[in-house]
């Protein structure tokens, strides 16, 4: 650890170096803006914020042209993603604090995302491409006061991208790129991204039309010699439509779809060339908005259509099997925000949501006509922001499920800014509940007795600004703790397999810290740590230490270049061979350096750039028995008009 540690200062200080060297462009120097989130469900300034929440902005984005969105989402602190450094069609999973995928919550344009066939409805973030995201928010701690099941350590907000103001704009674009791990040595391209936009805003009427694809070949999925590279195909397609009715009502609809192919493999170090996958996505929805004198009502809507199919082949039988899932969410949000006063509003809103599941494999059937459940929660929120620095967030729900019944949870978090200090205090305490997925109670290992699993987290923390806000550092600490989880649980006596609410407490603490420079216009400096500690049986992927770094540097007006390093320590796994040995497993540290160059080759037209990833072609391995990415590189050419 002191070694990686002494190459992390090492870094900083070339940073350090480059900054004060430019020092003489001080008179163009720009303060660090403040960031606008969306705690309450309703944009704030961040300095009334009483959570360090983590934004990644859409100038964050372009400067990491060509990477997936778990390899964006990889680099924020308290955030693990797993399996963005396997082969593109790697499954890939999500931590924050050490919670697992099913306890982080995905919205995209504020409707919950989930898939009500999967065992933990988990949503699977490889549907969607980054090249549609225009902004990303990571709201960590129990959070479903605001957003309900599933944000037990945080929730991952996605916002789309939106209408230009003029009345057609459009872009385009083309990257390709290599794959290889760190034994290949491929020179030709193996990766293929493109898709294009059309957007505007004529009178009242805003749209939005846009197409992506992307092709990649070259990795096997499971680690080994002379294995079959495994493909990835996906392809999406989105429409937007906007109506200004008047000054204060206007209508926002969206049609989505998403199509995922992909080859995979048998498992842990065992190649497979017939296995493969197929997802299919519907969604749409609508949202009017209707502002008036003292506050804004909203109504966010959307229905979810997911269809998987895999054929698999069976070691045992000999012959492929063929698997169906389908599932089906509505989510009906409707919530207003009035406003009493200068420093008190209110939130108040109710959340509909209804799912259903249909299974048919060579084991097993689920009818959706019984595997259903609905939940109606109303809740409200309460926020104070004085004048002398006190900010208070507080509020509640009462979740009502039409199967194991009501839950109710709630938060306070109050905050203190310092007038003549340059320094915020904040606290919260939070709960959080998970419901039973529709497999958990309606398989045959289901049991409809199952209640909630049950989050709580306590932080504490401070930000601080200085120089003039050029430096914005933070720190928090948090401790979690997560009761009744889900539990596959056999009877060695009757040979009775089901699923069971786990009394047990888990336990989670740790520190995040983030520090933001930008000491003249031309140069941003980014850094963050990570420390999670989880007990043992549950700290399965999960590094204590993780470090991110990046530089960004205007060499020129045109000319821009940005550099990541990225530090994960040693975790635990386990693997199960073909005749289902377990291995446990301890996964070395490893050190990832990447680059990108840009450059505007027609001012706010064509841009062109090339990146490396894993620069010094680090042989690691991030998931026991699967490949791994060795050093790449991209090269990609953007339109604008």
Known sequence: MKT??????????????????????????????????SDTKFAQSKEKSGKIIEKITAKDLESKKGQSLANVLSQVAGVEVNGNQSGTGKNIEYYIRGGRSRQVLIMIDGVPMTDASGITLQYDLRLLPVDQIESIEILKGAS??????????????????????????????????????????????????????????????????????????????????????????????LQKIGIKATNRLSFDAYLNYDRLKSTFDAGAFQDESANVSLSEQVRFGFSPKFKYNKGEFNLVTGFNNLERKYSTFSSWSGVVNKSYYKSRNVSIDAFNKYRFSNQIFVVVGTQFQFLDMLEDTAFESIANTAAKFNSIDPYATIVYNSGFGLNVNAGTRLNMHSIYGNHFTWNINPSYQFKNVPLKLISSYSTAYITPSLYQLYSPYGNLDLTPEENITLEAGFETFLFNKKLIFNAVAFYREEKNRFEYFTDMSTWESKYVNNSNVVMAKGVETTLVYQPISTVKLNANYTYTQVEEDQSRLIPKHKVNASIDLALTKRLNWNSQYQYIDARTDLFYDASFTRFDVILKSYQLLNSTVSFEVLPNKMTVFGSVTNLFNKNFTEVAGYSTRGRNFKLGLNFKF
Do not use: C, M, W
């Open 144 to 237: 479903s006061t605001l957003y309900g099941s599933g944000a037990a350590t945080g929730v991952i907000n996605i916002t789309l991208k939106k209408s230009a103001k003029k009345d057609i704009a459009g872009q385009a674009y083309f990257h390709l790129g290599t794959q290889n791990t760190a034994e290949d040595k491929k020179g030709y391209p193996q990766e293929f991204n493109q898709g294009f936009s059309i957007n505007g805003t004529k009178g009242n009427l805003s749209y939005l039309t846009s197409l992506n694809s992307t092709e990649t070949k070259g990795i096997s999925e499971a680690a080994g010699v002379d294995f079959e590279p495994d493909f990835f195909s996906r392809v999406n397609a």
């Open 4 to 37: 990686n540690f002494i190459q992390l200062s090492a870094f900083f200080t070339l940073v350090s170096a480059i900054a004060f060297a430019q020092e003489q462009d001080s008179t163009k120097t720009k303060t660090i803006e403040e960031v606008v989130v």
